[in-house]
């Protein structure tokens, strides 16, 4: 997502600003953000840590690029400086970039995850080197597959170590003959916050909460 701020006549660390990009984050860099933001604020007021994570958003994801093609990052810092048609102009791409973003994939077999695996189909396919994530695979036999993930309290991280932890990931076109046994960690991270959230709510309760079989 960008926005043409020209006319706005701001200018960041000497150079005037032209355009603003917000990168995506993946599930990974989003939970390091809201760690950051809970073990740094001081006050641990709701709205406190809400800020720090909306400054960490915005310093992550925003791109400026210069008149002269130059690419800047936006300080954390200096997000409590912008000026006001700025800082409203950054928080409204990123809440609009929240609503486009926000498309999750879908549960195609669903197993108990025990005798039967849960197939998680994501949004859009994961490009890597050779081939391209399709879809995930959850299964946990013993206790043993699946404790550290009941031992994590944060939803999202505890997101993190079932995939790591209790999947394979399918995919399509990997000529290497080496297929992955486990997700691993580089996949994990980087998949979308949709899918993570999607997975949190629909993958995550059958191993957390399982059904008497």
Known sequence: ?????????????GKPIKEIKLAPLGLGKYIEVLTKASTSTKNRTEAAVNKQIN?????????????????????????????????????NLLNEADLE???AGTVTLSGDGVSQRVTYQLAKPMKLENGAVEALEFQAQTYGEIENVIAEPQTLKRVLLLITECSIPIITGD?????????????????????GLAIAQEVAPR??????I
């Open 1 to 13: 997502m960008e926005q043409n701020i020209e006319k706005l006549g701001w200018s960041y660390e």
């Open 55 to 91: 400054r960490n958003l915005l310093a992550e994801q925003v791109q400026l690029i210069a008149v002269d093609g130059t690419e800047l990052r936006l300080k954390n810092a200096d997000v409590a400086k912008l000026p006001l048609a700025i800082g409203v102009t950054l928080q």
């Open 101 to 103: 973003n926000g498309e």
């Open 175 to 195: 000529d290497s003959g080496k297929p992955l046994l486990r997700t691993p960690s580089y996949i994990a991270e980087n998949l979308s916050l949709a899918d």
């Open 207 to 212: 191993f957390l909460s399982p059904q008497e």
